[in-house]
Each structure stands twice: as C-alpha cells, then as structure tokens.
C-alpha cells in the first residue's frame, strides 16, 4: 500500500492488476478470510459487514484452457471456464469459500461443478431471482437473510444490521469515488486512458472497501495533478459496451486505433458503481433493491412501462445518457461467445443505441486474445466508417 500512501495511485493500480489477488493472499496470511465471487450479483456490502474480504474472481484472457475442460464442458461461457481453469491451477487457492448466484445457465449449471473441485471449507449458493417485482424484492430480502446467517456460522461473528449499514455506507463513497474517476474522461482528451482505467476498475475489485476507496482517491489526485494530455482532439470517441470485460487486451486494442475510450457499461465497471444503496430501515431491502432493480444486466430486468419504447427506455436509458454525457462518437458492443442472456438483448442494444445516435460495432468472441488481431481489424474498419 505503500504506493497509494505515496500518492502513486496508478503504480498501485498496476501491482494489484498485474499481480491479481496479491493483497488477499496478504491479509489471508494474517488471519482475514477471503470470500471469492463470480459476478455483479456478489453481495459485497454483506461480506464486508461479516469482516471478510470480498474478491471477484477473473481469469487470463492470454492463458488456454488447459485443466478446466476435464471437469467443465467446453460450450459453457469461456469466461467461466477460463475463471474455473485459474482456479483449478491454484490461482485462488487463498480462498476460505466462494458464493455464486443464481444467475444464467453457466453459473447455474456449473454450480456443483465448482463446489466439488474447488472443495473449499465455505460455500453458499443465492437463490436470486430473474423478476424485480415487490414479491421477488421481499423474497431477495429473505435469501439475503439466509446468507446473513450462512455467513454468521461460518465465521462465528454477528452481523447487525448496523454492521450492514456502516458496509452500505463505505461501499456507496466507494461508488461515489469511482464515478468521480469515470468524470475525468468527459474531456477532449479524457484525462485518463481507458487502459488505465480498466486496471484501476480491476485492482479496486480485489482490494477491501477502504483500500480501494484509498486507491480510486489517490488516483483521481494523480490524474487531476498531470499535464493535460496532447492528444488528438479529433479522435474518435468509444464506449464499450458487454459483461465480464476484465482484461486491458480489448482496451488496448481500441485505443491503439488512435480512438479513446471513454466510457463503458461493463458489469466490472460504471454497472458496479453507478447505483447506490439506499438506506431503508432494514438494510437488507436496499441491497435487494440495488441488485435487483438497480443494476442493468439483463438476467435480472423486467420492464415495468406499458409500452415497448418505454421498457427500451427502462432497460437502456443510462446507455443514451452515457452516448450524450461522455460525447461518445461509436459504441463497441461486445459479446462473449455463449452468452445467451446478453446475446439476445444484441438487437434491441444495437437498435436503441443507434437510434440515440451512435452507430454500434457488434462483435462476439472467446474470453482470450488469440483472436485480437482479428478484432483490431474490425475495430479500425469501423473506426473509419463514423469518421
């Protein structure tokens, strides 16, 4: 942490993308437990509240397959599998227990999968559901109250809904500080790369809520400190658009273009940090609320408008006013192969965001960079067909 002490915010970023997981490995030796999640669903407010360390698990988009694949089936999502690979090779073996939500078929469907190999001393699994109607958000609140109590046994500490708020609290100026971060890229040209960025999205995910707080501030010190770019202020300006984009491979791609890419509506970047939690009196319902009506991903939205247009509008609308508010010139939309629930959302994304006024590159693909020149190239084409 020495780094963030510093006010090298972007030296700390780069260890803690570069060397992923380092600082679990750190507490786990002191004695913290060390909780891995898979997705935007990990409840992390409820694990920070229960003293253990929250981490989102990735993978190496620049690593094969290799030992994953005699336990999973190769048309699971490539993302899942290269993350069960990692695992299975050792990557994450600080971890005291992991939690996976009930989310799409290669979580669901890979739920034993996971908990029989990995075979770790804590596991639960959320029963979350697909609709965010009052029942469903009341029936979160109950599921969270399992894991409350889940988590309780296993650690041998309480939880209070008092601990739960002081998390809530601590994790919404997290969300705050990020989205501080995010606002240095409205200008031409944005004050930080989108490579940069990612590492800083990445490094924040795998830190405790205060230390990564304490990085995105030093960051946005550093950042605001520099001298103002000289790039080219005619260069194009991209949003990517897709899931589990954890890797700067595809970053790098984009912006060696000349293109800067200045916003995203990624579920490891602004879908993490663009929604607060509520305070409610019982702080379990604003967690619910958060995941379930909050969060823009699409296992877990249903339209509530009376029209088509209006649901788009429900659905889509923060794309629109990301596409205005970051002066976005071309959207990247990116699928990862067998993705069935972001797959099918590619027409009415592609229709809605064009209509806003951007034109939209659709591009579908492995979680690896044997295919990058390949993308480069299409990316350039399309780069050349907005200018």
């Keep these: 942490m020495t780094d963030i002490q510093n006010g090298n915010g972007l030296a ?20 913290k437990k060390v909780i891995g999640y898979l997705s935007a669903l990990g409840p992390v407010e409820i694990m ?11 993978g190496n988009v620049s690593e094969a397959v290799t030992k994953g694949d005699a336990y999973m089936e190769t048309i699971v999502c490539p993302f899942v599998r290269n993350v069960f690979d990692a695992a299975v090779k050792g990557k994450y073996d600080f971890l005291d227990g992991m939690v996976l939500p009930h989310q799409c078929d290669s979580i669901d469907r890979t739920n ?15 029963n979350l559901p697909h609709v965010a109607d009052d029942p469903s958000i009341a029936f979160t609140q109950e599921i969270l109250r399992i894991f ?6 296993y650690t041998g500490n309480k939880i209070t809904d008092e601990a739960i708020a002081k998390a809530v609290a601590a994790h919404n100026q997290n969300r705050k500080l990020m989205r501080d971060l995010y606002d240095l890229r409205k200008s031409n040209p944005p004050l930080i790369s989108g490579v940069e960025m990612m590492k800083v999205c990445v ?24 001298a103002p770019a000289a790039g080219d202020p005619a260069a ?27 916003m995203d509506d990624l579920s490891t970047g602004s879908k993490m940090y663009w929604q607060d939690v509520d305070a409610t009196p019982d702080p379990l319902r604003g967690i619910a609320e958060r995941y379930m009506r909050k969060l823009k991903i699409p296992t877990t939205f249903i339209g509530s408008a009376p029209t088509y247009q209006g649901i788009l509008e429900e659905r889509f609308g923060h794309m629109k006013n990301y596409v205005q508010d970051f002066k976005v010139d071309g959207v990247i939309l990116f699928i990862y192969k067998y993705c069935d629930p972001y797959g099918f959302e590619v027409p009415a994304i ?15 693909d492995e979680y690896s960079t044997s295919s990058l020149a390949r993308i480069k190239t299409r990316i350039e084409a399309f780069l050349e067909m907005i200018a």
């Design 12 to 31: 700390a970023a780069e260890k803690f993308y570069a060397q992923y997981g380092s600082r679990a490995r750190e507490l786990k030796a002191s004695g």
């Design 48 to 58: 920070t509240a229960a003293g253990v360390l929250p981490i989102r698990l990735k």
């Design 112 to 126: 034993e999968t996971w908990s029989y190999t990995l075979n770790l001393p804590y596991w639960h699994f959320l």
């Design 148 to 153: 409350v109590r889940s988590l309780e046994k």
């Design 203 to 226: 490094a924040a995910m795998s830190l405790p809520v205060e230390e990564s707080s304490a990085l995105i501030e030093s960051v946005i010190k550093e950042v605001k400190g520099r």
């Design 236 to 262: 194009k300006r991209i949003m990517i658009i897709g899931d589990q984009i954890d890797d700067i491979a595809v970053i790098e791609a984009i912006e060696s273009t000349g293109a800067y890419l200045v």
């Design 350 to 364: 592609k229709s809605y965001v064009e209509a806003a006024g951007a034109p939209v590159l659709y591009l579908e």
